[in-house]
């Protein structure tokens, strides 16, 4: 393949133990030849339903990076990514092509909630083994805070931790979910792109 091709992602988040959902998601990522999916945290309810969410995708023989969401543990995200070989990046990064990806999954809010300071330094942690390269995608699962995003929950704060992490390192894109109301919603905060890609998923190239 050429290096200089774009990298073709589709990311999703909130499934949910959404087992239809996986499917459907896994198909996309097949039928749109993508050479990556992201799964932006909550794959379960509360923990419940780990079964049929990341399978799909290993199955059609996809590369797949997770971070848990504020429905699962680290623990839960870290089970799963050993037990179908892909990569939980919950203060990690990793490398495909020319682009860094980096994140921490939880949010500030629900049943396994992160401190805004550790979420900062979760995501450095991921962000200093990748600042090298030109091309950067941070992932949480949260939305930054005062941002557009932040106006369609009155019930899910943004994360001041998320903020200041684009603040300091500027991705080129940021991935979240975690607002429902607000899929597919896209804006600009400096120069990077924030996408929250929803239970439906976004494709993204880079």
């Known amino acids: 393949m050429d290096k200089d091709s774009k990298l073709k992602i589709l990311a999703a988040g909130d ?34 339903d780990t079964k049929g969410i990341v399978g799909p995708f290993v199955k059609r023989k996809e590369k797949v990076l997770l971070i848990p969401g504020n429905h699962e543990t680290v623990a839960t995200a870290d089970f799963l990514s050993e037990l179908y070989s892909v990569k939980n990046i919950h203060g990690y990064s990793v490398k495909y092509r020319d682009v860094g990806i980096f994140g921490a999954g939880g949010a500030n809010i629900g049943l396994f909630q992160i401190p805004e300071d550790e979420t900062f330094e979760l995501l450095k942690k991921g962000y200093e083994k990748i600042k090298y390269l030109k091309k950067k995608i941070m992932v949480t699962h949260v939305h930054p805070d005062k941002t557009k995003m932040e106006k369609f929950s009155k019930f899910f704060p ?49």
Not at 159 to 174: C, E, M, Q, W, Y
């Open 158 to 206: 943004g994360s001041s931790g998320v903020r200041k992490a684009i603040d300091t390192f500027h991705p080129d894109i940021l991935l979240c979910s975690h607002v429902h109301e607000a899929e597919g919603i896209e804006e600009k905060v400096g120069k990077t792109k924030v996408i929250n890609v929803g239970r439906n998923g976004k494709i993204i190239e880079i």
């Open 15 to 48: 499934i949910h133990g959404d087992t239809g959902l996986a499917e459907r998601l896994a198909e996309k990522a097949k039928k749109e030849h993508v050479d990556l999916v992201i799964l932006c945290g909550d794959l379960t309810y509360g923990e419940i």
